[in-house]
């Protein structure tokens, strides 16, 4: 089975503070993603890398960072955390040779007071 | 623009009674559409995907139909398990952002005894 994991579930950070969120993929897969997801708005595509130190801007980079050094893993940053930057972020990833369906980790809740 | 549209925002049903969520898009060029489901705080689950007009997929209560503008999951006989929301997807055939998936913004689902 294909497994995301993303480094914590919960996270409660300051407001200014840099924050790393990082996911790992076990299943060897070129892409990766970055969502954030909030009520009403659905899932938002912040940033994703088709391959190791490429990245692309989604919808909303906005306010945030990518770093891609090997292929497993995919971190986001946010430089100085702010509080409308508070959600639900989702990483996911898929493979060139699979069937394109993208699969996603557990999800971070951050809260930015 | 691409666009994908899921009705009905939320939708209650009574245990047994079956009903069809929709999901429209407009896309230029259709790779794939994808059905997720996703349960409160967690990341969203590979349901299904469906790549051509007429093509049917099935999994248990749930049955994913495809037309050239819209997708319908249909659920025969719900229990109150099935109760989550769920996410439409497509990947477009143009460019060069392979992969990349374009959300609806779901459809809550709530079975009751």
């Known amino acids: 089975d294909v497994k995301v994991t993303q480094s914590s579930r919960y996270l409660v950070k300051r407001t200014g503070e840099k924050v790393f969120l990082e996911c790992v993929q076990d299943?060897?897969?070129?892409?990766m993603f970055w969502y954030r997801q909030d009520p009403g708005l659905g899932l938002r595509l912040i940033y994703f890398?088709?391959?190791?130190?490429?990245?692309e801007k989604g919808d909303i980079p906005e306010g945030y960072s990518v770093s891609r050094e090997k292929k497993e893993r995919f971190s986001l940053i946010l430089e100085s955390a702010s509080t409308n930057q508070t959600s639900m972020y989702l990483c996911?990833?898929?493979?060139?040779?699979?069937?394109?369906?993208?699969?996603f980790g557990p999800g971070t809740r951050l809260t930015v007071l | 623009e691409d666009q994908v549209t899921q009705s009905p925002e939320a939708l209650r049903l009574q245990e047994g009674e079956s009903s069809s969520l929709n999901c429209s898009y407009t896309?230029?060029?259709?790779?794939?559409l994808f059905w997720y489901r996703q349960d409160p705080g967690k990341g969203p689950e590979f349901l299904f995907t469906?790549?051509?007009a007429g093509e049917e997929k099935e999994k248990e209560r749930l049955k994913a139909t495809l037309t050239k503008k819209e997708s319908f999951l249909h659920i025969t006989a719900p229990k109150p398990e099935d109760s989550a929301t769920y996410l439409c997807?497509?990947?477009?055939?143009?460019?060069?952002?392979?992969?990349?998936?374009?959300f609806g913004r779901g459809t809550q689902l709530t079975v009751w005894p």
């Open positions: 896309v230029s060029g259709l790779r794939g």
């Open positions: 299943m060897d897969h070129e892409n």
């Open positions: 996911a990833s898929n493979g060139l040779l699979g069937g394109n369906e993208q699969f």
């Open positions: 890398s088709y391959d190791v130190k490429m990245k």
């Open positions: 997807a497509v990947q477009a055939a143009r460019g060069s952002t392979l992969g990349r998936l374009y």
């Open positions: 469906l790549y051509s």
